[in-house]
């Protein structure tokens, strides 16, 4: 069975939002504030932290009112865009619409925390030693990063179909 492509991009920004939201209640619920988990070794933790600002905690020094504007608003507006240019761009490759779908459904469920809680619940840290280090993060993020890897990807891939024509 084949689903349409709209319904197809549908299923996949929803299921980015509540694989975000499940992994969200279920750190809140079971992990309090602060506690650190080892899963890999220290390598790999699971913790809970809020994090009022943006990527990495940038912005949650500014003041509401900015932080309102810059992290709730402009998302939305963008993301609105964002979900509009998907579902009429029909040039866009099946790539390209997963990539751009990965990150609209994060962004999505990362802004639905700020409206709900004023904040985005983070819990993955990752420590490679002087190899890899992150800050914390969560699902949302995964499915942005994803997405724009994918993204760079099918751009790197269309490139060199052009070149090769």
């Given amino acids: 069975m084949k689903i349409s492509r709209k319904l197809g991009i549908f299923i996949l920004i929803v299921f980015n939002i509540i694989i975000d939201q499940v992994s969200k209640i279920i750190v809140r619920n079971n992990v309090a504030i602060g506690e650190e988990t080892e899963l890999i070794g220290k390598k790999f933790i699971l913790t809970n932290v809020y994090n009022k600002g943006a990527f990495l905690g940038m912005g949650s020094d500014m003041s509401d009112t900015l932080r ?18 998907i579902y009429t761009n029909k040039e866009l490759d099946k ?67 052009k070149q090769e024509a």
Avoid: H
């Fill in 95 to 161: 790539i390209s619409t997963i990539a751009l779908s990965c990150i609209a459904g994060g962004g999505i469920a990362n802004v639905y925390d700020r409206i709900m809680f004023g904040e985005v619940t983070d819990f993955f840290f990752i420590n490679l030693g002087g190899v890899f280090k992150t800050g914390i993060f969560n699902v949302a993020d995964m499915s942005v990063t994803f997405g724009l890897l994918l993204l760079v990807y099918a751009w790197v891939k269309a490139s060199r179909q």
């Fill in 68 to 85: 309102v504007i810059f992290l709730l608003v402009l998302p939305v507006l963008v993301l609105g865009y964002l979900i509009y240019y």
